[in-house]
Structures are given as C-alpha cells and as structure tokens.
C-alpha cells in the first residue's frame, strides 16, 4: 500500500509560477512511477506529466509541455511538479498517483494509487 499526500497548490496570478509536492509513505517509492493529473470543474481528469521510477525519463502533455516540470527525489519519497508561466486554463486539482514498476503511464487505469489532490486556480 502507498499513501500519497499532495501540498503546495494555491492561488496565483497568470505569469506566476508554484511548486507542488507529493509525498508518499507506504510501500518501496523508488519502485514506482509517479506522475500528475489535473482536473477542472465539468472536465474530466488528464494526465499532466510523469517521471520513471529511476528519474532518468520524464514525459509531459502538450498543454504543458516547457512550462512544468516534474522531478523526483526517492531519498525523500517526494514527487515534485515545478509550474512555470502559469495561465487561468491551469486551473484545476492536481493529483499525485503511483504506478508499480518501470514503465510510464499516461492513462489513469495504469496507476495504482491517487492522492487526494490540492487546488491550483491561476487568476487572470
């Protein structure tokens, strides 16, 4: 079992930036892929960003593609997701989730366990 915790969400202008973090107890992290979600009110949830077990890969939705940045620190059993240049479309709940092994999804029903998420609302 993984027990993940999102932090870091909030209110900010458009141009701004935040850092979200995910921090997971439980089971091995370093054997999971980690990866971000976001949903907006009335949509439904998509896939942000996601980072190898190892922190060596990392791949992102186009939406967000050179602005966000997802990193991993396994000494810390923390997941981070660096958001750059931030626009009012970037508001939703972002969700930390794990998936066992080596691979790296992009589509919720690969991944094992979800955080409870943490708003982020980008004012204009």
């Known amino acids: 079992q993984v027990q993940l915790l999102e932090s870091g969400g909030g209110l900010v202008q458009a141009g701004g930036s935040l850092r979200l973090s995910c921090a997971a107890s439980g089971r091995t992290f370093s054997s999971y892929a980690m990866g971000w979600f976001r949903q907006a009110p009335g949509k439904e949830r998509e896939f942000v960003a996601v980072?190898?077990?190892?922190?060596?890969?990392?791949y992102y939705a186009d939406s967000v593609k050179g602005r966000f940045t997802i990193s991993r620190d396994n000494a810390k059993n923390t997941v981070y997701l660096q958001m750059n240049s931030l626009k009012p479309d970037d508001t939703a709940a972002y969700y930390c989730?794990?998936?066992?092994?080596?691979?790296?999804?992009?589509?919720?029903?690969?991944?094992?366990?979800w955080g409870q998420g943490t708003q982020v609302t980008v004012s204009s």
């Open positions: 989730a794990a998936a066992f092994g080596a691979h790296m999804p992009s589509y919720e029903y690969e991944y094992d366990y």
């Open positions: 980072i190898r077990w190892s922190g060596g890969s990392t």
